[in-house]
């Protein structure tokens, strides 16, 4: 049974007669690339309110390694599309930030920032600071300020919305490199299904609100993984035409 990091067990949530979550049931193993599928206004922002405890659950609930995620005891990052590295602060020390706030000893947190900074090839920015830097330079600090805190769990909302394809594909291998290289359980909420496919072991398509699971889709190509193949473009349609009815 604890073989799963997260179960999420019959979440329901409404705001009065307004139903955003329906019942939703899904498990994440540990280590597992779950992506999220969904129509806008469909509740990931009440998912992820549910989660860091902000708001309360009308029914069900979510538990990370069997206990109710609550912020305080369970290790949550976020990475989302806004750019928000400090300003003030260099490359090197966004990376080291949360983990400052964590207490983390300092000779665990130089080894994990080098860990960070060798794998997604920050070496000749780290002193610089976010305005120096391009908007994918960024974007990859962010990826790797949630990477380097060893989350149980990382949540990842579109982060490359405002990508251009050649950045957005980039960053989409860096992720993976991440992923590998650290074992951490992501959950990655996109509305783009090559994205989705491109990323995920795992596939989960939400409903229109009231929101339900819809069908979960496993992902089983080798990596990287090829957008021209025809498993690819075979399962890319397939999820298209489950969430045609949005
Ligand atoms: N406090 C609230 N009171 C009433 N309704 C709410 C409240 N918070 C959210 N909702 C409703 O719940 C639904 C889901 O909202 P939510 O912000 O979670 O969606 P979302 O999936 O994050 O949207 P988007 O795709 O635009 O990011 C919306 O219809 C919204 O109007």
Redesign the pocket.
Known sequence: MEDYKVRVEHLTKN??D?H?LDDISFNIKKGEFLVVV????????????LLTKI?DPTSGDILIDGESADPRKHNLAFAFQEPSAIPWLTVEDNLKFGLKIKKIPKAEMQTRVEKIIKLLGLEKFRHQYPNQLSVSCEQRVIIGRAFVMYPDLLLM?EPYGQMDIKMRYYLEDEVIKLWKELGSTVVFIT?NIEEAVYLAQKVLILSN?P?TVKEEVTIDLPRPRDFTSPEFVKLRQYITDQIKWW
């Open positions: 705001f009065g307004v955003v969904g129509p806008t206004g469909c509740g990931k922002t009440t998912f992820l309110n708001i909302d509305h609100k929101t």
